[in-house]
């Protein structure tokens, strides 16, 4: 097997035997992300030369008797974090040339580790998508087929591991921008529990629902890296402060008596009979292995989708309003400071961005507030007491993650309802604030990968990832490699 095509486990231990050099892998990857990128497109940023330096320092801590499991692994990074000095659009042509004078929580705590990172991957702009075709830059393209979407927001971290182009990724989480792009990328990608990771440093689109999540090539290594980032940080009032796990020594294999839900409101009319039947089989794969399946309602699920569509670009509304063209990001001047706001807003901002934004100003103006807002905001109340009280009779919940497989570039674009349905099965899980994952359960007729969603409670990522590991050890459907 290539280097570049290794997991993050599997390089950490030639790399804690010298087998290889961390600088050896980091070329390695470079070198797979020169050769493919022009096709793939996963990154908006590359930094090289920082790279090998960082491989060098990692090489230098671990002949100096230092260990860890992202010592000297090469990674990539969603350009909604912010990286000091590296450049950070967050997909937008209104941050083009913006350059944080520091880094987010997230990444300080992966540099402490000594992890290498290679740079910063494409993204719908602001986060706002769901296939990457909103970016101000360019289309990622899904390596599984290039003429497909890797699915978004975070679809250059997903795509950038599905090529080889890195070991695993940060990615960001409002709807579903982790765990969809992972499903149509057949990856692994988990959403932490809302605070369980610091959002100190992300970009905010809606920061009642964002959360920082991982991207990875297999379970093992998406919970090595939340292990990493998780934990309190007084820079962010809605970080918990609770314990981070050893999330590696819950990775048992052993299911048994694990109750798993599997909700009836999740197998809709119209979604891929492809889809439904790999998910099927999974589940009867987990009563295999022991697990007690059982049928479960979440009556609620219906609103999430209109729910959603009004709080977040509320929240959007709000947070976008900083970007005026006065302290940074891109300025076009006009005619007195109005003019000047709208001209910058104008210019910088995508047609997507603009859409939401208006949505949002709509749901919280005057005279439409109750009837939109604080309505949806007693739906999404109603969404979690579903999800309390399915946990209360089962452990885990299992879904599919999306209703289709990656669906051709250019064929949602211009239908945005049609877009927004992608994300119909991850949804409700931000608005719950609970955790999950996606990881790899089959493919289609077409050869593109279908997403498995696991879905636990409140700081259940322990759970979540046990259930999820004993799956992919009992198939083979995450050794599967898209062939570029």
Known sequence: ???????????????????????????????????IDNDVKAYLTLTPESALDQALAADARRAAGEDGPLLGIPLAIKDVLCTEGVPTTAGSRILENFAPPYDATAIARLKAAGAILLGKTNTDEFAMGSSTENSAFFTTRNPWDLTR???????????????????????????????????????VGLKPTYGRVS????????????????????????????????????????????PVPDYAAALTGDVEGVRVGVPQEYFIAGMQPEVEEAVRAAVNVLSDLGAEVREINLPHTDYALAVYYLIAPAEASANLARYDGVRYGLRVDGDGLIE???????????????????????????????????????????IKADFDSAFEQVDIVVAPATPTTAFPIGEKVDDPLQMYLGDVFTLSMNLAGICGLSLPCGFDDAGLPIGLQVMGPPLGEETALRVAHAYEQATEWHRQRAVL
């Open 1 to 35: 097997m290539e280097l570049c095509q290794l997991t993050i486990h599997e390089a950490h231990d030639q790399l804690a035997t010298g087998a290889i050099s961390a600088l050896e892998l980091t070329e390695a990857v470079l070198a797979r992300i020169l050769a």
């Open 149 to 187: 979407v890797p699915g978004g927001s975070s679809g250059g971290s997903a795509a950038a591991i599905a090529a080889g182009e890195c070991l695993g990724a940060l990615g960001s989480d409002t709807g579903g921008s982790v765990r969809q792009p992972a499903s149509l990328c057949g990856i």
């Open 199 to 242: 959002r100190y440093g992300l970009i905010a689109f809606a920061s009642s629902l964002d959360q920082i999540g991982v991207l990875a090539q297999d379970v093992t290594d998406a919970g090595l890296l939340l292990e990493a980032i998780a934990g309190h940080d007084p820079c962010d009032s809605t970080s918990l402060d609770a």
């Open 340 to 382: 000047t706001y709208k001209a910058t807003r104008g210019q910088g901002f995508g047609p997507e961005v603009k859409r939401r934004i208006m949505l949002g100003a709509y749901a919280l103006s005057a005279g439409y507030y109750d009837a939109y807002y604080l309505k949806a905001q007693k739906a999404r109340t109603l």
